[in-house]
Antibody, heavy 119, light 109 residues
Framework: QVQLVQSGAEVEKPGASVHISCRAS????????LYWVRQVRGQGLEWMAMINPAGGGDTKYARKFRGRITVTRDTSTSTVYMTLSSLRPDDTAVYYC???????????WGQGTLVAVSS | QSALTQEASVSGTIGQKVTLSCTGN????????VGWYQQISHGPPKTVMSGDSLPSGIPDRFSGSKSGTTASLTISGLQAEDEGDYYCSTWDYDSSAWVFGSGTKLTVL
């Protein structure tokens, strides 16, 4: 069955970077886009990034995060990575990866990774 | 401020039919498929509708539709386990971004 398993919770200081992984199983990574979505406590879902794991690994980033987000993939391990740099306290959130369904929708979701940013 | 507008809260009794709406414009809902995502007790989202396709394992009491720039998720025969937050999402051509609604809190009375 399809599974997206994310790395564990992280605690970071302001200004640092966080690296989160999302390991896919049960399907071929290159057959579906992979997205990153975050949720600040008490708030809604917010799209951050998309990667097409096939070919050159084309990415698309939300304007809000451009310049401090990088998404890459390792097809040999079916893993997608998200790095968010210059962390601020308001980056404290749960970060989810989600598999794409077609080019617009999401179907399977990871379990989420809590990132806490605090001095 | 979300690009897609959803009711803040909706409630219903067991067995009742409820409809959640997601209103956008011609750059998003009016032009692209809409997904619906259920979130229970702050757990990870779960896809309950992909456009007009019901994902595997989702009960057929869930259905989706769209008319113009408004998409709807209907739950026929509400169950206690349906209580949670529901978000809609689609692509927005104007902002070149995936957008979410602000979410609807569904309460089962």
């Amino acid at each position: 069955q399809v599974q997206l398993v994310q790395s564990g919770a992280e605690v970071e200081k302001p200004g640092a970077s966080v690296h989160i992984s999302c390991r896919a199983s049960g399907y071929t990574l290159t057959d579906h886009y992979l997205y990153w979505v975050r949720q600040v406590r008490g708030q809604g879902l917010e799209w951050m990034a998309m990667i097409n794991p096939a070919g050159g690994g084309d990415t698309k980033y939300a304007r809000k995060f451009r310049g401090r987000i990088t998404v890459t993939r390792d097809t040999s391990t079916s893993t997608v990575y998200m790095t968010l740099s210059s962390l601020r306290p308001d980056d404290t959130a749960v970060y989810y990866c989600a598999r794409g369904f077609g080019e617009i929708l999401f179907d399977y979701w990871g379990q989420g990774t809590l990132v806490a940013v605090s001095s | 401020q979300s690009a897609l507008t959803q009711e803040a809260s909706v409630s219903g009794t067991i067995g009742q039919k409820v409809t959640l709406s997601c209103t956008g414009n011609n750059y998003n809902v009016g032009s692209y498929a809409v997904g619906w995502y259920q979130q229970i007790s702050h757990g990870p989202p779960k896809t309950v509708m992909s456009g007009d396709s019901l994902p595997s394992g989702i009960p057929d009491r869930f259905s989706g539709s769209k008319s113009g720039t408004t998409a709807s998720l209907t739950i026929s025969g509400l169950q206690a386990e349906d209580e949670g937050d529901y978000y809609c999402s689609t692509w927005d051509y104007d902002s070149s971004a995936w957008v979410f609604g602000s979410g609807t809190k569904l309460t089962v009375l």
